[in-house]
């Protein structure tokens, strides 16, 4: 069975040998060897192999005859084939030597397509070369000029367009690698345009300002004609273009160049810096700059030139600068703006600088208001300044008034012809019917500081106007504000002046009339005051709310002063005379003398003196009457009873009573016209009745009706006749050391004693 499988096995490889290419036989004779059968596979190998031979023989046999046919019929071919080839080397020798000249021909032909294809390449390289170099010249050319945008874009074009189009050559490589560098020096050449720029436009800030302000200044008289609407286009096409005062192209360039180099941004941020610290620089002002208008006119033109490039950058340029940034600005610059003039400006004492001044912020808002930045803080300021104005103008006519005052003869005014009058009551509304029928020469009642007030305060009011001009105040604001100022000139100032004229020393009682007579007629003149103002101003008087001038109370209270110092001059004139006076307090009795030296004088100068007061009002003279008589009468009760004057004798009692008759006879005689009846000698009443006591011995009248009504000495104090007793006992007491052996002397003593213990009583009594 074994063997069986055996030589199927081999019969399979032989088989297999028969199919199967030489090359994969390997396998199959190992899986033979590897076996135990392999002599037994050789036998049936050669078995086959003999088989086969066999096989082969058969099939020998079998062609033989075509073989041999076939070799016959092959050699007849040869000679044939011998035939062709000579006849093929022939052909083929004629046509290789035929062919030399075509082939020649086609060797030129192929060089001359060669050079041909060579050209077309070169011409198509150059074609992509050409424009390279072009606008490399281009750029060089543009670069030469300065004109730097134009390059850039140049530049870009060349990179992005041209330099790949042109291929891999060492001339693009050199220009590749130069564009960055020629780009930094497009960026680094335009930024130094801009500061060169920037600190152009910082230098040349004050004249472009100082255009921009005239070109306003010079429009303005025309707007007056327009109406609100056209006043505002007039004003705004009046302000001048930037553009005609500068060359704004570094700006944009540069502008320009950022951009395309993708640094708008950094551009941006660094102009805005850039000019913040220019804005910083322009608004610093110098520290002498209060001494001149010239300083402020520079201040305000380099303000007005560094915002006049500003809206020239926002309105040409797209987002270099924007409104918001452009207002911040504005709104820094305003209150640095307002603080500088507030210092400045309170340094400043005078008026004519500050109206200058003024009417030179008034321009510099205008100018700013037209390019549309808002100025109503200046417009705020200039009325705080306007109380700095005021102020300055108070000081100022201070001066003038009291120049005036001092000047002064304070004497009625002599005119001698009708030009003299004329030109007098011009100055100062005189309106006296008749004074003006009283024939030349002729005085006026007051003397040349009316007038010459009178004036000075229409200039003052003049001068106020001044200030509230192009304020684009209204007419009752501006009436408002001046008469306010007046009346602080009035109240203050002048009533000041007034006052100081009045109190100053070696002011006569003449003088002090006079100022009663000219203060009565500028009161009388203060409703022309209104009127004047109210006619500058186009403002009725009686508008409501409208304020009132305190002109009146201003000269009453000036008139009060100067009568009261009437009165205080008088008495101090008085106690001069009085303080002559020399009374023998120890004298003996005498008969009824004449009054004293002094008083006799005293009498002469107050009857002189009020011979002047016939011009004063009737109150004035007929008070300063009765206060001089009365101090008279006080202060010789106050000798009387001075601590000093220990003692006293009834013959000095008799020459005051003579004296004190002599006043009586001065009052009875009426020196000041408008008293009634006996008003004057209420004034030595007192004194009168105390001296008929005593010299009349009359107590028990005293004593009997004291407290009563119609007691004959109701006017004397128990207490005044008690310290007047004393001094009497005093003298009495000093007596009786030399004569205490009269009878008489020593009675009297006694009775003098018992009127001081009674009188002690009914003070007590009193008291209680």
Known sequence: MASVEAAAEHERILREIES???????????????GQEHGLFMEKLDVRIRNHDREIEKMCNHHFQGFVDSITELLKVRGEAQKLKSQVNETNS?????????????EELKRCRIQQRNIATTIDKLTHCLPVLEMYSRLQEQMRAKRYYPALRTLEQLEQTCLPRAGQYRFCSIMAENIPKLRTQIRDTAMMQLRDFLESIRKHSDKIGETAIKQVQNTSYKQSTLDETHDQSAIHSAVPGAQDLVDFSPVYRCLHIYTVLGLRDVFENYYRKQRRKQARLVLQPHSNMHETLEGYRRYFNQIV????????????????????????????????????????????????LILDLKNLIVLFADTLQGYGFPVSQLFDMLLEMREQYGEILLKRWNITFRQVLDQ?????????????YRQYTSQFPLQDPELEKLPFPKKLPFSEFVPKVYCQIKEFIYASLKYSEDLHLSSTEVDDMIRKSTNLLLTRTLSHCLQYAIKKKNVGLAELVQVIINTTHLEQSCHFLEEFI???????????????????????????????????????????FLQLADYDWLAAVQGVGTASDYLIDLIAFLKSTFSVFTNLPGKVAQTA?????????????????????????????????????ECESFAR?????????????????????LLDLFTQWDWSTYLADYGKSTCKYLRVNPHTALALLEKMKEMSRKNNVFAQFRKTDRDRQKLIDTIIKQLRNLIAQHHA
């Open 20 to 34: 199967t290419d030489t090359n994969c036989i390997g396998p199959t004779l190992r899986s033979v060897y590897d």
């Open 94 to 106: 004629r046509l290789q030597q035929d062919g030399k000249g075509l082939i020649s021909s086609m």
């Open 305 to 352: 030139g560094f915002f006049v490039v500003e809206d020239h950058i926002l309105h040409t340029t797209r987002g270099l600068v924007n409104r918001a940034y452009v207002e911040e600005l504005w709104e820094l610059a305003l209150s640095k703006i307002v603080a500088a003039l507030r210092t400045h400006s309170s340094y400043c004492d005078d008026p004519d």
């Open 408 to 420: 002064d003869n304070y004497s009625p005014i002599p005119v001698s012809t009708e030009l003299e």
């Open 534 to 576: 109210s006619n500058i101003t186009n403002v009725p008087p009686d508008t409501v709310n409208a304020t009132k001038l305190y002109g009146t109370s201003t000269f009453k209270d000036a008139r009060h002063g100067a009568e009261a110092e009437i009165y205080t001059s008088l008495n101090t004139k008085i106690d001069q």
């Open 625 to 661: 009457c009765m206060s001089a008589c009365k101090h008279i009468a006080t202060s010789l009760m106050q000798l009387l009873l001075d601590p000093e004057i220990r003692q006293i004798s009834m013959g000095a009692l008799h020459q005051l009573n003579a004296d004190v008759k």
């Open 669 to 689: 005689a009426g020196p000041v016209a408008g008293f009634q009846g006996d008003t004057l000698l209420l004034a030595f009443s007192d004194l009168r009745q």
